[in-house]
């Protein structure tokens, strides 16, 4: 009986560490839903008029068009650890998608490395964030 009574009144082990999230942190964080059909690929950094600039191309995989899309775009490099700062930010606007449709679009790169110090294509890692249209 002793154990069963220890057994049972005890709150979840889980629980009682902290290792499950509130209810509310999952409404915390609100993304666009067309983040997970959108994507940036073949990123190439170089250097247009001693400017550094980003060509890259960006994917509509889902099957429905999309319209004025528009995003800002973090790079990451590949072997950088999470807490070290970005490779480097832009932002496009890339019009009209239409269904499992890609476009090729250069923009500026904000960077605060020299062009000769940016990764290689295949380091370079895009993290996307859809500014627009919004859901």
């Given amino acids: 009986m002793y154990f069963g009574i220890q057994r049972f009144s005890r709150t979840n082990p889980a629980e009682k560490a902290g290792l499950q999230e ?17 994507e940036v690929v073949g990123i190439r950094m ?25 995003a800002n775009v973090t790079l990451w490099a590949s072997t950088s650890r999470s807490e070290e700062d970005a490779v480097g930010t832009f932002s496009f606007k890339a019009g009209t998608l239409a269904p499992e449709e890609s476009k090729e679009l250069t923009e500026p790169l904000q960077t605060k490395l020299k062009i000769y110090e940016l990764p290689d294509w295949q380091n370079a890692t895009a993290e996307i964030n859809i500014t627009s249209p919004q859901p």
């Fill in 22 to 38: 509130p209810a509310s942190g999952a409404a915390a964080k609100v993304t666009n839903p067309l983040q997970k059909y959108v």
């Fill in 46 to 70: 170089f250097d247009e008029k001693n400017k550094p600039v980003v060509r890259f191309v960006v994917v509509n995989h889902s099957n429905t068009e999309i319209n004025d899309l528009g």
